[in-house]
């Protein structure tokens, strides 16, 4: 075909989101670095779903709608750096295809100039040898290429087969990804989302997981959740043993669930899990659940089917429990006491994961929390919703994580004719409290602005974790399920067979002669007799510092670490 209208662009974009829907655990398996949060394809994955979901329904025919609507829902959607990145590039797509109602090959090629520029100035310092490369390679590739005779089936045939090449790339232009022996994730999940919209260019609609329809015109959509078709999933699980089945990640777990399912409700009550979702593959669903633990209850049932069973469990009686162990409850305690912040000049958004850290933040006086870490991280959405409630005249934002920060700067640009948001551009959890107690309510916002960002460099940070993989990597051998002291974000000191060897290396090495305080949060694996055992060993060790160890009970890390 020669030109293509938004209808046609729709089902591309549903397919290429679809494609990559299908695929994002092998995209999560390319991840570099050996800590288990592998979560490039999974973010890539809930940015798609989140522009799919804006234009399933939408039957305009021009082009540009669709593209905008699309952007716009990728844009509120994005999460971690793949994720924005990702949403940048489709935003550019969209203004390259503004008041068109359709497209032929040449002006697909310009559109994905612009694509390319956008995404290139969204990052600060931008790294070839990720999904940067890929586009740029391919776009300019299909630029220099396409002719006024190019039909759009060549010109994107074109498109993906640069893609893969420059794929095949990556690691000549990234050194770490040649030392690890994998190509970029970010650009493994472009490549497949082109895959997908090619496809359907080709009249071979790829589905997601079977969770689409085709109505009587002969259009595929999306189900909306409310669609009673699919299977009906109830279990209730008890968690372990811990010798034979995998740590349990309650983000991570939710996140998975999540993208293959709909109308999830889940109940996290300490070592049990009661699940309620609607899917069209019950057989994975149970599959995962059971690499954590074993089922004391379980059903299934086809939705159209008009003798329904029981429910395993009363969703309105469990709400009514404690709400501490009850993920059904949204409204934290933090949530409760928004409206006393409503028109105060100042206000801190904070990322946080784990109770013991929240209530950390909380006793230093952050005003809002959000929920994510390095295993699900928020999206610019997440904390659009957050700052909206607080109403605050100025608000401060401290990811603290290095793939969050995007999404919150993306926030920035959301809120920009409403709110005055500033990200201050911390790494991890440590240095996210020393700047959220550097805060002072009695100076003005440049005063804090820069005490802020002074105060990111006055703390040393590190983390003890497992690996998911044997690798070498900065010229540390990294054996599984070992675990790693880490300096910093990504400097991996070594491997040990013992959670408490790691960190006592790596605290070795952070403390120095200027140290004075030494902070430690330890983690939701760590019983109370560990715990005190590092209580003792830190005290007699560094009695001459102060030692601050206190439950941070946050997943996949056993140790937070801080020295100032």
Excluded: W
């Amino acid at each position: 075909m020669r030109t293509i209208d938004g209808q046609t662009f729709k089902m591309m974009l549903l397919s290429g989101a679809n494609h990559l829907y299908n695929h994002y655990p092998e995209i999560d398996a390319l991840n570099v670095f050996p800590v288990p949060d592998g979560d490039t394809g999974m973010n890539m994955n809930l940015t798609l779903q989140s522009g799919s979901k804006e234009i399933s329904n939408r039957n305009e025919n021009d082009i540009y709608s669709i593209a905008k609507n699309f952007s716009r829902g990728l844009l509120m959607g994005a999460r971690g750096n793949s994720g924005v990145i990702t949403s940048q590039i489709f935003r550019g797509i969209s203004d390259g295809l503004k008041d068109k109602i359709s497209i032929n090959a040449s002006e697909l090629a310009d559109a994905l100039i612009s694509g390319k520029n956008v995404a290139y100035k969204r990052v600060t310092t931008p790294v070839e040898g990720t999904i940067l490369t890929v586009i740029r390679e391919s776009s300019e590739a299909l630029k220099d290429r396409v002719r006024s005779d190019t039909s759009i089936e060549e010109a994107f045939t074109i498109l993906l087969k640069e893609a893969k090449a420059s794929l095949e790339r990556t690691p000549n232009l990234l050194p770490v990804l040649k030392e690890v022996g994998v190509v970029d994730s970010g650009g493994a999940g472009l490549v497949t989302i082109f895959e997908g919209m090619l496809s359907a260019l080709k009249g071979e609609f790829i589905y997601k997981n079977e969770a689409t329809a085709v109505d009587k015109k002969g259009s595929s959509e999306l189900f909306d959740e409310e669609e009673n078709i699919g299977y009906l999933v109830e279990f209730i699980m008890k968690l372990g043993p811990s010798d034979s089945k995998k740590t349990f990640q309650l983000n991570r777990f939710k996140g998975v669930l999540n993208s293959h399912s709909t109308s999830l409700k889940l109940i996290d009550d300490n070592d049990v899990i009661k699940v309620h979702l609607h899917t069209y593959t019950p057989g994975n669903i149970i599959s995962y659940a059971q690499s954590f633990g074993e089922f004391s209850k379980i059903k299934i049932e086809n939705l159209l089917d008009s003798n329904k069973s029981e429910p395993l469990f009363n969703l309105e009686e469990e709400n009514n429990k404690d709400s501490s162990k009850n993920e059904e409850i949204k409204i934290t305690k933090k949530d409760e006491n928004v409206a006393p912040t409503l028109d105060k000049e100042f206000a801190i958004v904070a990322t946080s994961s784990g109770k013991g850290i929240d209530e950390y933040f909380n006793e230093i006086g952050v005003d809002a929390l959000v929920s994510g870490g390095q295993t699900m991280n928020p999206s610019t959405n997440d904390f659009v919703d957050k700052i909206e409630k607080l109403h605050a005249k100025n608000v401060f934002i401290l990811p603290n994580n290095s793939n969050i920060i995007m999404a919150a700067n993306q926030a920035v640009d959301v809120l920009k004719n409403k709110v005055n948001v500033v990200v201050i551009p911390t790494k991890t959890i440590m240095q996210g409290l020393v700047v959220a107690m550097s805060f002072n309510p009695e100076v003005d916002l440049d005063t804090n602005v820069e005490t802020m960002n002074e105060a990111i460099n006055s703390v040393k940070s590190g983390c003890v974790t497992f690996a998911i993989k044997d690798t070498d990597i900065n010229g540390v051998h990294v054996t599984k399920d070992e675990f790693m002291a880490i300096r910093g974000t990504k400097d991996i000191l070594g491997s040990y067979k013992n959670k408490f060897d790691a960190l006592k290396s790596l605290v070795e090495n952070l403390v120095d002669e200027d140290s004075s305080i030494l902070t430690i949060l330890v983690g939701q694996d760590i019983n109370e007799k560990e715990e005190a055992k590092i209580k003792d060993y830190f005290d007699e060790t560094y009695n001459q510092i102060d030692c601050d160890i206190r439950r941070g009970d946050q997943p996949v890390y056993s140790y937070l670490v801080g020295v100032e």
